[in-house]
């Protein structure tokens, strides 16, 4: 919010209108560039979390275990990875959920223009 507090004490400063207009131009330039990077950062976010192994690991797992029910009928990928495996797997979800999370926060925190892309949302 400093940068918007900023702005109004800047806009309260200058006697003239031109001046104002300019302040009033260049702040709405700088919020659109700062929604854009907000935008790209929370989606590289997304993206580094969606491409992590545990990802990846479920991903193939769930595949496999549908293209084999598909082909063999009754399949169950249990045999082949195992109770554990599964549950490091999900706890290993889980964990990039929380990265992907603490991250995001992180990311909206240091943006001026987050509370716009809350409300867009």
């Known amino acids: 919010m400093t940068r918007v507090e900023a702005h109004v004490k800047a806009i309260g400063a200058v006697k003239k209108r031109a001046d104002r207009e300019e302040l009033d131009r260049a702040f709405i330039e700088d919020m659109g560039t700062d929604f854009r990077d907000l935008k790209d950062e929370l989606r590289f976010a997304k993206g580094d979390a969606f491409i992590s192994k545990d990802f990846v690991t479920l991903a193939a797992w769930v595949g496999t275990t549908?293209?084999?029910a598909a082909l063999f009928g009754d399949f169950s990928m249990?045999?082949?990875v195992g109770v554990s495996g599964s549950a490091v797997s999900l706890l290993g979800v889980l964990g990039g959920m929380t990265k992907l999370s603490k991250s995001r926060r992180e990311i909206m925190r240091k943006h001026p223009m987050a509370y716009l892309y809350e409300l867009k949302r």
Do not use: P, R
């Open 66 to 68: 549908a293209a084999a």
């Open 78 to 80: 249990s045999g082949v």
